[in-house]
């Protein structure tokens, strides 16, 4: 079984960036898209953001859209999340994802995905 592995959350103040790294140790055959959740205490997991590995598409949910960045290393295996601006309402666990699918409609559904890493905790301070 393949295993996902984040790395990179930590404590920020607000206004600072942080940038998290999902790496798969082998091949990942039937991976089409990666994405990155997010989950604060007491809260549903929530959709961050997605690539489709092909072709680059990226997704965003409209609360990290234009301060968060995925992006991926094809030849690493690896997805990135670049996060600036940071705001405390973004602290949480951060987890990545892995999936067969690659609609934007599909992607933002967890249950569409197969594959998930333990977890980076990810702290804003205000």
């Known amino acids: 079984q393949v295993h996902w592995a984040e790395s990179g959350g930590g404590l920020v103040q607000a206004g600072g960036s942080l940038r998290v790294s999902c790496a798969a140790p082998g091949r990942t055959f039937g991976t089409v898209s990666m994405a990155w959740f997010r989950q604060a205490p007491g809260k549903e997991r929530e959709f961050v953001a997605a690539i489709v590995w092909r072709g680059g598409n990226t997704y965003y949910s409209d609360s990290v859209k234009g301060r968060f960045t995925i992006s991926r290393d094809n030849a690493e295996n690896t997805v990135y999340l670049q996060m600036n601006s940071l705001k405390p309402e973004d602290t949480a666990v951060y987890y990545c994802?892995?999936?067969?699918?690659?609609?934007?409609?599909?992607?933002?559904?967890?249950?569409?995905?197969?594959?998930w890493g333990q977890g980076t905790q990810v702290t804003v301070s205000s």
């Open positions: 994802a892995a999936t067969q699918a690659s609609s934007p409609v599909l992607l933002q559904r967890p249950y569409e995905y197969a594959y």
